[in-house]
C-alpha cells in the first residue's frame, strides 16, 4: 500500500527511504465497502485521503434533496474537504466509497507535524494542490464554455477511465445532468 504513496511524492521531490519512513508513520491505512461513507455532512473532515486503490466520491444533498457529486478521486489522488479539515469546522459534503477502497489517511495534527518534521513535503502538496487547482478551474471554465453534450464528451475524452468504472447515475450528477439525459448523449453517439 505505501509504495504507491511513494511513487507518487518520488514524481513531485526526492525523497530517500529513511524519510519515507518517517513520514510514513503520520498515515493510517483504511479499507472502505462500497457505498461506505468517510465523512458526512455535519461532521468535521479530520483526514486528507489518498486513494491506494478504488474510487471515492464527495457530494453534497441539494435543497431538493438530490445528490450532487462534485469531485472524484481514483488512484493515486488525495481528496478530503479541506475547508473543513483546515479550520476543523463541521463540513458540508459527504465522502462515499464509489467502489472497494484502500485509502491511507492523515489526520490534521499529523499532517502539520509531518510537514514539521519533513519540509520537502511542503513542495510535493503545493505541488499536487497547485494542480488540483488547476483542474478545478479547467471544469468550472468547461461548465461556462461549453454545452453539456461537448462537456460530456471533453470528460470521456480527458477521463476514459472514470467512464468505465463510475455508475452512469454518479458520472451525470458530477455532470450536472440527469441520468436520462446522459443515456440520451451516450445513445445518440451510437447511432
Not at 9 to 18: A, D, V, Y
Not at 35 to 52: A, D, H, M, P, Q
Request: hydrophobic content about 40%.
Amino acid at each position: 500500500m505505501s509504495e504507491h504513496l511513494r511513487r507518487h511524492i518520488e514524481k513531485f521531490t526526492e525523497i530517500n527511504q529513511e524519510d519515507f519512513a518517517g513520514i510514513l508513520a503520520f498515515f493510517h491505512p483504511l479499507e472502505l465497502k462500497k457505498k461506505e461513507n468517510l465523512l458526512t455532512e455535519g461532521k468535521i473532515c479530520r483526514s486528507n485521503y489518498f486513494v491506494v486503490e478504488g474510487c471515492l466520491r464527495m457530494f453534497f444533498i441539494n435543497d431538493k434533496g438530490v445528490e450532487q457529486t462534485i469531485q472524484f478521486a481514483i488512484e493515486n489522488w488525495w481528496l478530503a474537504d479541506y475547508a473543513s479539515f483546515e479550520a476543523q469546522k463541521p463540513s458540508e459534503f459527504y465522502i462515499q466509497a464509489v467502489e472497494k477502497c484502500e485509502i491511507l489517511a492523515i489526520d490534521c495534527q499529523a499532517q502539520e507535524e509531518m510537514l514539521q518534521a519533513f519540509p520537502r513535503m511542503e513542495r510535493y502538496f503545493r505541488m499536487v494542490h497547485q494542480r488540483a487547482h488547476a483542474a478545478s478551474q479547467f471544469r468550472i471554465r468547461s461548465l461556462y464554455d461549453l454545452s453539456r453534450e461537448e462537456l460530456y464528451y471533453q470528460f470521456t475524452k480527458r477521463h476514459p477511465e472514470f467512464v468505465q468504472r463510475v455508475p452512469q447515475y454518479l458520472l451525470a450528477s458530477f455532470l450536472g445532468f440527469t441520468p436520462e439525459y446522459l443515456s440520451e448523449i451516450r445513445s445518440k453517439k451510437l447511432s
